[in-house]
């Protein structure tokens, strides 16, 4: 099962750099807005590695991803960047409200060996985008680093490892930021060895599974098997074998789960009205006004799926035998509505020709009323064990299926790919 490893992390040097100036969200969640933002927040602001700016004249040998690479040697040269003398795993904790509650997520990072899926150490629970994995290829090979974590679960109903990370939070973080929705994200480093030896252990005969980072883990993957091939596959266990992973237990109380919409465009009139005509052969339509239209779904148990379209907006809750996974409306509104209705199959998804992403009910609403779409389809959250038991049945959902709140910070904990 998962085998785990401590190792020698990178993070800014606080007593030339405030983390607060430094530090982001992912590259998958940053807008271009966003980034033009955390560019000019501080010259240094690890969005510079993560998602830098692609300009006019870039070239095979200058570019985002080599800038990068200069970037992370220069920061490491000059001080910026430091590394850990001997390896350590690493606690880490977000503390936020949501809904008026305030809820803290405790986890570790580590490296975590990689596993081909069908080996059922490793587990995904949705599939992923093409051209965000090409980009971070680009970006590994350019910089030989894990600059973002991973977000894995792992099963502990007996919290042991939990019971460690609370220690080991009541004293002072070595790092603390707050990211711009007031999540506070602290970090600390866990070097006594029977800390690190509990959580190697408990970790022994786990499963994890993927809660975000799907993308970075399946760069990570590739990127293993080019470098074994080019290395002529050696037998003993190399650095790339490992990815950086921030691990939570998926008994944790607080982890919450956000819908993502869906906003879809570059439809044909026929499509749009075969939409209108087949929606009721296996949807009963609740016809709403747009403004009421999450407070309608909220009343079907998340068996329901917003509709809007420029002249109306429904809510479709699917008739008996629509499809296996009734609970799960995404996978619905996939195989039924885009699939089998629309024509949006699994390549095209992949391709992003149709279908754009947002957290924020009122954009995805606001995009149909300006023109700027076609249609939207709101979902509801997935509960975090109908995930855990499509995933552990060998299941995968669509990508963007889930929205794991909050976000972990980047900058925080980097790694270069190099003999630990």
Same mark, same amino acid.
């Given at each position: 099962m998962a085998k785990i490893i401590p190792f020698k992390g990178i993070h800014y040097n606080t007593k030339l750099v405030d983390p607060n100036d430094v530090t982001s969200p992912p590259y998958d969640v940053i807008s271009p807005a966003d980034n033009v933002y955390f560019h000019e927040k501080h010259p240094k602001n690890v969005v510079r590695l993560i998602l830098g700016m692609e300009l006019p004249d870039d070239s095979p040998t200058d570019n985002r991803f080599t800038r990068a690479?200069?970037?992370?040697?220069?920061?490491?040269?000059?001080?910026?960047? =430091?590394?850990?003398?001997?390896? *350590?795993?690493?606690?880490?904790?977000q503390k936020y409200s949501?809904?008026?509650?305030?809820?803290? *997520?405790?986890?570790?990072?580590?490296?975590?060996?990689?596993?081909?899926?069908? @080996?059922?150490?490793?587990?995904?629970?949705?599939?992923?985008?093409?051209?965000?994995?090409?980009?971070?290829?680009?970006?590994?090979?350019?910089?030989?680093?894990?600059?973002d974590s991973v977000y894995g679960l792992y099963?502990?109903?007996?919290?042991?490892?939990?019971? =460690?990370?609370?220690?080991?939070?009541a004293e002072?973080?070595? @790092? @603390?930021a707050v990211d711009r929705y007031g999540v506070r994200h602290r970090l600390w480093m866990v070097s006594k060895q029977e800390d690190i030896d509990l959580?190697? $252990?408990?970790?022994?005969?786990?499963?994890?599974?993927?809660?975000?980072?799907?993308? $970075?883990?399946?760069?990570?993957?590739?990127?293993?098997d080019e470098m074994r091939a080019k290395e002529?596959?050696?037998? @003993?266990?190399?650095?790339?074998?490992?990815?950086?992973?921030?691990?939570?237990?998926?008994?944790?109380p607080d982890l919450e789960i956000l819908p993502t919409h869906r906003m879809v465009r570059n439809l044909s009139e026929e499509a749009l009205e075969s939409l209108k005509k087949q929606l009721p052969d296996c949807f009963e339509l609740i016809p709403v006004d747009k403004k009421n239209i999450s407070a309608t779904m909220a009343q079907y148990s998340g068996k329901s799926i917003g509709i809007c379209l420029s002249d109306s907006a429904w809510v479709a809750i699917p008739k008996p035998g629509t499809a296996e996974y009734t609970e799960l409306d995404v996978l619905v509104l996939h195989d039924i509505i885009f699939e089998r209705i629309l024509g949006i199959d699994q390549e095209r998804l992949r391709a992003e020709a149709n279908v754009v992403y947002t957290r924020d009910e009122t954009e995805a609403i606001n995009a149909?009323?300006?023109?700027?779409?076609?249609?939207?389809?709101?979902?509801?959250?997935?509960?975090?064990?109908?995930?855990?038991?499509?995933?552990?049945?060998?299941r995968r959902m669509p990508q963007k299926a889930t929205y794991f709140y909050p976000k972990l910070l980047s900058g925080f904990i980097m790694r270069k790919i190099e003999q630990e």
């Open positions: 690479a200069a970037y992370l040697h220069e920061w490491i040269a000059e001080g910026t960047l =430091v590394q850990d003398p001997k390896p *350590v795993l690493y606690a880490y904790e949501l809904r008026g509650q305030d809820k803290i *997520v405790r986890a570790f990072i580590s490296l975590v060996k990689i596993h081909n899926y069908d @080996e059922d150490v490793i587990l995904p629970h949705e599939y992923t985008l093409a051209r965000p994995k090409s980009n971070l290829a680009q970006l590994i090979r350019a910089t030989n680093s894990n600059l099963p502990d109903e007996e919290h042991r490892i939990n019971a =460690v990370l609370d220690r080991i939070a002072p973080p070595m @790092e @603390e959580i190697t $252990r408990t970790m022994s005969d786990k499963q994890i599974v993927i809660a975000d980072g799907h993308h $970075r883990y399946e760069t990570s993957l590739g990127y293993r002529g596959n050696p037998e @003993e266990e190399r650095p790339y074998d490992y990815v950086m992973m921030t691990l939570v237990n998926a008994y944790s149909v009323d300006t023109g700027e779409f076609q249609a939207a389809f709101l979902l509801n959250p997935i509960k975090l064990d109908v995930m855990l038991a499509v995933s552990q049945a060998g």
